[in-house]
Nanobody, 120 residues
């Protein structure tokens, strides 16, 4: 069974920082594109940041560009999301996602989510 385990969420004051981690021991991590999504209360899930399997292609949503940074360590099977200058509107459950498309099948896995609350 594939597992993606997020950690690092919590309560932080506006302007603060958090680093989320998403680790797996059950995927061939280095072939997967990794992404971070978030779902604010009462809203739909949205893409925050994504990174190709080798790390050469990175994308951010406009709302986090310049404040968040995605990175990965293929040796540790872990993807990170460094979140700086946090705002109350960043409050959400954050999910990591692993995707790989072979010639015959699409592989798509989600973590269980970690809560981030930005509040004074």
């Amino acid at each position: 069974q594939v597992q993606l385990v997020e950690s690092g969420g919590g309560l932080v004051q506006p302007g603060g920082s958090l680093r989320l981690s998403c680790a797996t021991s059950t995927l061939t991590f280095s072939i997967y594109a990794m992404s971070w999504y978030r779902q604010p209360p009462g809203k739909e899930r949205e893409l925050v940041a994504s990174m190709s399997n080798a790390g050469e292609i990175i994308n951010y949503s406009d709302s986090v560009k310049g404040r968040f940074a995605i990175s990965r360590d293929n040796a540790k099977n872990t993807v990170y999301l460094q979140m700086n200058s946090l705002k109350p509107e960043d409050t959400a459950v954050y999910y990591c996602r692993a995707q790989y498309i072979s010639q015959i099948r699409r592989y798509d896995y989600w973590g269980q989510g970690t809560q981030v609350t930005v509040s004074s």
